[in-house]
């Protein structure tokens, strides 16, 4: 036999593993119906409850207004927040009245003016505005607080327009909105939710397939065959990586086409990136069951440190800089708050790859040192 067919023989029997050991996990996927359902059943029932149930903006807000000398002034600043979007004006007789509606939740603001307020304003002095604010959730009243200084605003100007008297601030602010002109929760929360949908096929399916072949016995089988580590691995990696970018398409398309989320970067950066991050995901989930043997503690530590983290330390929710210093370092051990940056990026203000390109690097750094780790602990078995 000639020497320098050995190689190609040896290259095409590693070959025809592979294809063979592939084709099972795919029948494996294809007769585990919850696999599928996780993959592309999940994703559409997250962007459903995100996008219709999950907002993180303030509408129709009870408020109860409160005019001790009714009065033009008072009576217009009241029509504009009943016009509002934000709020739901109703007028309350006194202030006692108003306070008790606040204790019992009825109310979520009180907007209190007093009886010196018409007088000032004719007079051209300074007219403070109460506004109570229920301090249960500090982000609402934050965010609540801003919307009565808004209206405010719009008020003054529009008594000054009409030639009326109107106290304004020393100052005149002109806003513009770069990214999210609109404000809309919906397009930040989609295109983070891409992430927790990636995680959950990455990290929680593969967390369960070595220790699946461990508790059915057929690991045992596997370990007299002459199939190696990196071709084992390569056969359990391909199937869910169709599968999370399978899913990651969807949920996009849900996205731009139900919700209408913009998508200003190009499909070829979200591909690159979401595989960076699916790779990392998937090493992740390798890792954690090639190093335990039972799928229901692999479950347990795949959602422990890997959805938990990707749902509260990837920056989906909350600006992580406005979290201790602690957590921020922590977080940049979680592979979510990397591909959450690149999808905000990608969705909201297109290619910018001066901000890409750190993110993707820290992916496939993860994704190496995980997949390495995978590799490692197979490798003591199948190559032994």
């Known amino acids: 036999m000639n020497s320098s067919t050995r190689p190609t023989r040896g290259r095409r029997a590693a070959a025809r593993r592979l294809r063979g050991f592939m084709r099972k996990e795919l029948l494996q996927i294809r007769r585990d119906p919850s696999s599928i359902a996780l993959a592309l059943v999940m ?63 009825s109310i979520e603001a009180i907007v209190h003016l007093g009886a010196d307020f018409e007088r000032q304003i004719a007079a051209d002095e300074q007219a403070p505005v109460q506004l109570i604010l229920r301090g249960i959730d500090s982000n609402r009243a934050r965010l609540i607080s801003g919307y009565f200084d808004a209206v405010v605003g719009t008020w003054s100007g529009a008594r000054l327009a009409r030639g009326e008297r109107a106290l304004l601030p020393p100052i005149s602010i002109s806003a513009r909105t770069w990214f999210n002109p609109s404000l809309r929760s919906t397009d930040v929360l989609v295109p983070g939710l891409v992430a927790l949908v990636m995680t959950l096929t990455g990290a929680l399916l593969t967390a369960l397939v070595v220790a699946r072949e461990w508790e059915r016995g057929t690991m045992e089988a596997i370990l007299v065959t002459p ?88 920056g989906l929710l909350f600006d992580l ?17 990397y591909f959450v940056s690149a999808s905000h990026t990608l969705f909201l203000a297109g290619d910018l790859w001066s901000v890409l390109w750190p993110d993707a690097l820290a992916l496939f750094v993860m994704a190496t040192f995980f997949i390495g780790i995978a590799r490692r602990r197979t490798g003591t078995r199948l190559d032994s």
Do not use: N
């Not at 869910?240 to 209408?260: H, N, T």
């Not at 992740?284 to 799928?295: E, F």
């Open 321 to 337: 800089g406005s979290t201790p210093v602690p957590i921020q370092v922590i977080s940049h051990l979680v592979p979510a708050r």
């Open 227 to 314: 199939l190696r580590a990196t071709e084992f691995l390569v056969a359990k990696i391909v199937p869910y990586y169709i599968l999370g970018m399978g899913g990651m398409v969807l949920s996009v398309g849900l996205g731009v086409l139900l919700f209408e989320v913009p998508l200003r970067g190009s499909f070829f950066a979200l591909f690159l990136l979401s595989s960076l991050f699916l790779l990392a995901s998937l090493g992740l989930g390798l890792a954690i069951s090639s190093t335990v043997r039972v799928q229901f503690v692999a479950a347990q530590i795949s959602i422990i440190a890997g959805f938990l983290p990707a749902f509260f330390l990837s």
């Open 43 to 105: 994703p559409v029932v997250l962007i459903l409850l995100f996008g219709y149930g999950v907002s993180l903006d303030a509408e129709r807000i009870p408020v109860a207004v409160v005019l001790d000398h009714p009065g033009a002034a008072g009576a217009d600043l009241l029509a504009r927040l009943t016009g509002s979007r934000h709020f739901d004006a109703s007028r309350a007789t006194s202030l006692f009245e108003a306070e008790t509606w606040m204790r019992d939740h």
